[in-house]
């Protein structure tokens, strides 16, 4: 039997596509998925269960759960490798043990904390370490002669903190791992049993830059679990709003990998549109990182009415600087040729850690979530991605779809007219939902267990945990110099890991 | 929880002015350490750093070692983790030198109060020179919080000499 057979075998619970296994029937399930393809998205636990989510479509979900026994479960990680990175989180909060797990290294809990297995019914003592954390390097990383260098988690600049431990020979980083757990503040754990408000809030405050692709993730999700949706003018409004986004990372990306190579007037540029947008769009809106105005059961806008007003002008800004810094970008001597030599993706990776987004994108794949979405079946049109992998090849798919998202708000603009999207007035019963967006990194998925008129657990999928296994194996190879550079290019974000 | 309580104390138990007098330490150099927030206040940050801000003009430039720095610039809610990391970076820094908050994290925990894995803000845990709030503040709030410092609200002109005394406030 299939995997997926082998899941639909299982008990049927309330939620139509999750069903229960039996330890045999779990097992069973691990040993198809070696030769299966189905898609994962995550594996998380709450206590008592562990559950393991997968997409027959990208719009079907179907999950497994299995009750811990003895806070144990057989890992997935052998046949799913970034289920890695959630089993050693499911271990650092629950103490949930992963049988056969590929890695059974702490991830996020370095012996810092003030109680060992946080979550778990019976939390484990205060950690006993003192001072800055130690970390035991992977087998991996000792064959290529251990740990000679390091960056992060202080470095002055404005990234998210994360450690990364290097081989180096010469200038030359031969073996690379990440230390995360810097950026983790529980987000599992303040999510568990709270109001919608601050649930929503919390969701918002992951990853920044990605606010509204959270929040309006886990605004489905709510909806969903309540049995409700949205009217088309407020799924419209979040679609302004998701594009406006990605609109707003990408040229932040961009500028910063300008910077880093050197191309200092073009990074200027691309700061200075940005800014022409925000401009433009924060008095409307209200923010400009775009945090909380998506809700459950509607969107919030300074100037709700004005937003098709000002789709229409911001393409029209687009219209007027776009071209130009494209152009730009693909001209200005020496920028592509130092982009191209640095941080190619091998396809093959990026399939076993099922890496989507830009970065696939850019490396051959054809995945974008918003070609199954029924909001964007008239605005979003399939844009040729690129097949070298690297840094130049992201950088420009990137630039593409800032043009292309500019498009996308200048025909969304007419159709909102003076709209404000109204509200749908949830009746919060118990229920689990699922939402998802695509996200200026890639798909962004929430699962939200409500209970007793609040949020009793989230779930999320972030490109972050699969972004940063792509970055570790890649930087193998690379000069350090470009450490950066390769960072900024897949978009590891240590913040967004906590979720 | 007390043994980081006892670093800190250690840490930030400074004498003296809290920032360096401006006139021959202009600009005021910025060391940022994003100690486990969002990563919206460094996002706004870069914005002001690197976007149509004339920061520099203001007096102000960041730098990428403690060791050159007159301030510690921190963003986000203080983890665990992240503690001893910014006290290194704290003894690194040649005296005087202060401490800024930027946004509701850094200040007080903000959305991330105290838990198993986070201290909160560091209001209350360390003597704090300024403080800027908002989740996160706009880049144009940060240099108006900047340059409050130097008892200026316009940036001047690049090139100018900052007057006025350094001043702590809160
Ligand atoms: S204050 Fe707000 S924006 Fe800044 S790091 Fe904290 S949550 Fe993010």
Same mark, same amino acid.
């Given at each position: 039997?299939?995997?997926?057979?082998?899941?639909?075998?299982?008990?049927?619970?309330?939620?139509?596509?999750?069903?229960?296994?039996?330890?045999?029937?779990?097992?069973?399930?691990?040993?198809?998925?070696?030769?299966?393809?189905?898609?994962?998205?995550?594996?998380?636990?709450?206590?008592?269960?562990?559950?393991?989510?997968?997409?027959?479509?990208?719009?079907?979900?179907?999950?497994?759960?299995?009750?811990?026994?003895?806070?144990?479960?057989?890992?997935?990680?052998?046949?799913?490798?970034?289920?890695?990175?959630?089993?050693?989180?499911?271990?650092?909060?629950?103490?949930?043990?992963?049988?056969?797990?590929?890695?059974?290294?702490?991830?996020?809990?370095?012996?810092?904390?003030?109680?060992?297995?946080?979550?778990?019914?019976?939390?484990?003592?205060?950690?006993?370490?003192?001072?800055?954390?130690?970390?035991?390097?992977?087998?991996?990383?000792?064959?290529?002669?251990?740990?000679?260098?390091?960056?992060?988690?202080?470095?002055?600049?404005?990234?998210?903190?994360?450690?990364?431990?290097?081989?180096?020979?010469?200038?030359?980083?031969?073996?690379?791992?990440?230390?995360?757990?810097?950026?983790?503040?529980?987000?599992?754990?303040?999510?568990?049993?709270?109001?919608?408000?601050?649930?929503?809030?919390?969701?918002?405050?992951?990853?920044?830059?990605?606010?509204?692709?959270?929040?309006?993730?886990?605004?489905?999700?709510?909806?969903?679990?309540?049995?409700?949706?949205?009217?088309?003018?407020?799924?419209?409004?979040?679609?302004?709003?998701?594009?406006?986004?990605?609109?707003?990372?990408?040229?932040?990306?961009?500028?910063?990998?300008?910077?880093?190579?050197?191309?200092?007037?073009?990074?200027?540029?691309?700061?200075?549109?940005?800014?022409?947008?925000?401009?433009?769009?924060?008095?409307?809106?209200?923010?400009?990182?775009?945090?909380?105005?998506?809700?459950?059961?509607?969107?919030?806008?300074?100037?709700?009415?004005?937003?098709?007003?000002?789709?229409?002008?911001?393409?029209?800004?687009?219209?007027?600087?776009?071209?130009?810094?494209?152009?730009?970008?693909?001209?200005?001597?020496?920028?592509?040729?130092?982009?191209?030599?640095?941080?190619?993706?091998?396809?093959?990776?990026?399939?076993?850690?099922?890496?989507?987004?830009?970065?696939?994108?850019?490396?051959?794949?054809?995945?974008?979530?918003?070609?199954?979405?029924?909001?964007?079946?008239?605005?979003?049109?399939?844009? @040729? !991605?690129?097949?070298? /992998?690297?840094?130049?090849?992201?950088?420009?798919? $990137?630039?593409? %779809?800032? &043009? #292309?998202? +500019?498009?996308?708000?200048?025909? @969304? !603009?007419?159709?909102? /007219?003076?709209?404000?999207?109204?509200?749908?007035? $949830?009746?919060? %019963?118990? &229920? #689990?939902? +699922?939402?998802?967006?695509?996200?200026?990194?890639?798909?962004?998925?929430?699962?939200?267990?409500?209970?007793?008129?609040?949020?009793?657990?989230?779930?999320?999928?972030?490109?972050?945990?699969?972004?940063?296994?792509?970055?570790?194996?890649?930087?193998?190879?690379?000069?350090?110099?470009?450490?950066?550079?390769?960072?900024?290019?897949?978009?590891?974000?240590?913040?967004?890991?906590?979720? | 929880?007390?043994?980081?309580?006892?670093?800190?104390?250690?840490?930030?138990?400074?004498?003296?002015?809290?920032?360096?007098?401006?006139?021959?330490?202009?600009?005021?150099?910025?060391?940022?350490?994003?100690?486990?927030?969002?990563?919206?206040?460094?996002?706004?940050?870069?914005?002001?750093?690197?976007?149509?801000?004339?920061?520099?003009?203001?007096?102000?430039?960041?730098?990428?070692?403690?060791?050159?720095?007159?301030?510690?610039?921190?963003?986000?809610?203080?983890?665990?983790?992240?503690?001893?990391?910014?006290?290194?970076?704290?003894?690194?820094?040649?005296?005087?030198?202060?401490?800024?908050?930027?946004?509701?994290?850094?200040?007080?925990?903000?959305?991330?109060?105290?838990?198993?894995?986070?201290?909160?803000?560091?209001?209350?845990?360390?003597?704090?020179?300024?403080?800027?709030?908002?989740?996160?503040?706009?880049?144009?709030?940060?240099?108006?919080?900047?340059?409050?410092?130097?008892?200026?609200?316009?940036?001047?002109?690049?090139?100018?000499?900052?007057?006025?005394?350094?001043?702590?406030?809160?």
């Amino acid at each position: 039997m299939d995997a997926v057979s082998l899941i639909r075998a299982g008990q049927e619970t309330d939620t139509p596509w999750r069903f229960r296994l039996d330890e045999l029937g779990w097992r069973d399930m691990v040993a198809a998925l070696e030769k299966d393809t189905l898609p994962f998205v995550g594996l998380w636990c709450d206590g008592t269960d562990v559950h393991a989510l997968f997409m027959l479509s990208p719009a079907q979900p179907l999950a497994a759960t299995l009750a811990l026994e003895d806070g144990r479960y057989p890992a997935l990680s052998s046949v799913r490798p970034v289920s890695s990175l959630y089993e050693r989180r499911a271990y650092d909060l629950y103490g949930a043990e992963g049988m056969w797990a590929v890695d059974v290294r702490p991830l996020v809990d370095h012996d810092v904390w003030s109680a060992t297995a946080p979550l778990a019914a019976t939390p484990g003592p205060a950690g006993g370490h003192k001072g800055q954390i130690s970390f035991q390097p992977s087998d991996a990383l000792l064959a290529a002669g251990g740990v000679n260098a390091g960056a992060g988690p202080a470095t002055g600049g404005m990234e998210t903190p994360l450690h990364v431990a290097m081989a180096v020979a010469g200038e030359t980083i031969t073996q690379a791992e990440t230390v995360s757990g810097y950026a983790h503040r529980g987000l599992a754990a303040r999510w568990r049993n709270s109001r919608l408000e601050d649930a929503c809030r919390l969701s918002g405050r992951v990853a920044a830059g990605c606010s509204v692709a959270h929040q309006a993730a886990f605004c489905q999700a709510v909806e969903a679990a309540c049995g409700s949706a949205v009217g088309p003018e407020t799924s419209l409004i979040r679609v302004v709003l998701l594009e406006l986004e990605r609109i707003l990372l990408h040229l932040h990306t961009l500028a910063g990998l300008a910077r880093g190579a050197g191309a200092l007037v073009v990074a200027s540029r691309c700061a200075w549109f940005r800014e022409q947008l925000l401009a433009e769009s924060a008095p409307v809106i209200g923010s400009r990182l775009l945090m909380d105005h998506c809700v459950p059961g509607g969107t919030s806008l300074r100037e709700a009415t004005g937003l098709g007003d000002l789709c229409i002008s911001l393409a029209k800004l687009g219209e007027e600087i776009y071209p130009g810094l494209a152009t730009l970008w693909r001209t200005y001597p020496a920028l592509s040729v130092r982009l191209s030599g640095v941080g190619k993706v091998d396809a093959t990776l990026l399939d076993r850690v099922g890496l989507d987004g830009p970065v696939a994108r850019a490396s051959g794949k054809d995945c974008d979530g918003r070609r199954t979405q029924r909001v964007y079946q008239t605005l979003w049109r399939l844009t @040729a !991605g690129r097949h070298g /992998g690297t840094a130049e090849d992201r950088a420009l798919v $990137l630039l593409d %779809e800032i &043009g #292309e998202s +500019l498009r996308m708000l200048g025909e @969304a !603009g007419p159709r909102l /007219g003076l709209t404000a999207g109204g509200r749908v007035d $949830l009746t919060l %019963e118990d &229920g #689990e939902g +699922l939402g998802m967006t695509e996200g200026p990194w890639g798909n962004v998925l929430y699962w939200v267990r409500l209970h007793a008129g609040r949020v009793a657990q989230v779930f999320v999928h972030d490109p972050a945990p699969a972004a940063l296994m792509v970055f570790e194996e890649t930087l193998a190879g690379q000069d350090v110099a470009d450490l950066a550079l390769v960072r900024q290019s897949l978009g590891v974000n240590a913040a967004a890991l906590d979720g | 929880m007390g043994l980081i309580r006892a670093v800190f104390d250690a840490a930030f138990r400074q004498g003296g002015p809290r920032l360096k007098p401006v006139g021959p330490r202009w600009p005021l150099l910025l060391f940022h350490v994003d100690t486990g927030g969002c990563g919206g206040c460094g996002m706004e940050l870069e914005a002001l750093a690197t976007g149509p801000y004339d920061m520099e003009g203001a007096g102000f430039g960041f730098v990428q070692s403690p060791r050159s720095a007159d301030v510690l610039l921190v963003t986000g809610t203080l983890t665990r983790t992240m503690a001893p990391v910014l006290e290194a970076a704290w003894q690194a820094m040649p005296k005087p030198k202060g401490v800024i908050c930027v946004g509701g994290c850094a200040m007080d925990g903000g959305y991330f109060p105290e838990n198993y894995s986070v201290l909160g803000g560091l209001d209350r845990k360390a003597k704090i020179d300024l403080q800027i709030p908002g989740c996160p503040p706009s880049p144009q709030q940060v240099l108006d919080g900047l340059c409050s410092l130097f008892g200026q609200r316009v940036p001047p002109a690049r090139g100018a000499q900052a007057e006025g005394s350094s001043s702590t406030s809160s």
